[in-house]
């Protein structure tokens, strides 16, 4: 990134960033559920092939027999299971930065603002995503989409405080266990709604980023007439 970069330029290329970061851990995730459907035992045919440990016997005193196939499908189902749970983990806090990234940007620039770069809090040295509202684009017509996809985003989240509270208490009625289940499910689909959303707010910052643009080629073409017109020795 060129260190004279102007901050309109500089702030989207930060919310481009958290974009590409986004998307890298949703091809991740996307491979590794993949690859836990490869080693699903109840699709796949394993050999039944058997090996003999040695030293090992049952109860029985016999020896003791492996199905080497099979052990290795359910091995990678653990393997390819803790992979898919982690970079989906990863998949969900990236979405929220990239969205509520760009919403910060957006609502920045239109108070007035002039931010090199996205800035998030941290927890932990980790940056944590903020608030998605984007409040004040009335005259854009992307809003009605921009809204929709937030109330998706409110509903996945407020799922997922229901669902957490539920399960965190000390008795679940079996009603109970049904609402917590159906708002895991709805929890669930935090990533991609949010991945969603922030793909529309970035196309809304470009629109906000606009008259700053324009101003900045006034400068600019200003600054380029009032050269041209100092005398030449």
Request: one cysteine or more; proline letters at 3%; aromatic letters at 8%.
């Amino acid at each position: 990134m060129p260190e004279n970069q102007h901050w309109i330029e500089s702030l989207f290329d930060s919310v481009y960033a958290l974009y590409e970061t986004a998307h890298e851990y949703q091809l991740a995730h996307r491979a590794a559920q993949v690859a836990v459907e490869t080693v699903n035992i109840d699709r796949r045919k394993a050999h039944e092939g058997r090996i003999t440990i040695e030293g090992r016997v049952t109860a029985y005193n016999n020896p003791l027999t492996r199905e080497a196939h099979v052990d290795a499908l359910f091995g990678l189902s653990r393997l390819y299971g803790d992979l898919e749970s982690e970079v989906g983990r990863r998949y969900e806090e990236a979405a929220c930065l990239f969205a509520s990234g760009a919403a910060w940007a957006i609502r920045t620039v239109l108070d007035g603002g002039t931010p090199a770069h996205v800035r998030f809090q941290t927890e932990d040295g980790r940056p944590v995503s903020g608030g998605m509202n984007i409040p004040g684009l009335d005259t854009y017509s992307g809003g009605p989409a921009l809204d929709a996809a937030y109330d998706s985003v409110l509903r996945c989240t407020h799922a997922a405080a229901a669902a957490e509270d539920l399960a965190g208490r000390d008795y679940v009625s079996d009603h109970e266990a049904g609402e917590m289940f159906r708002a895991g499910e709805v929890a669930g689909g935090l990533a991609d709604v949010a991945y969603a959303y922030g793909l529309l707010a970035q196309r809304a910052l470009n629109f906000v980023l606009l008259e700053p643009r324009r101003a900045r080629e006034r400068e600019i073409a200003v600054a380029r007439a009032a050269q041209q017109s100092q005398p030449t020795a």
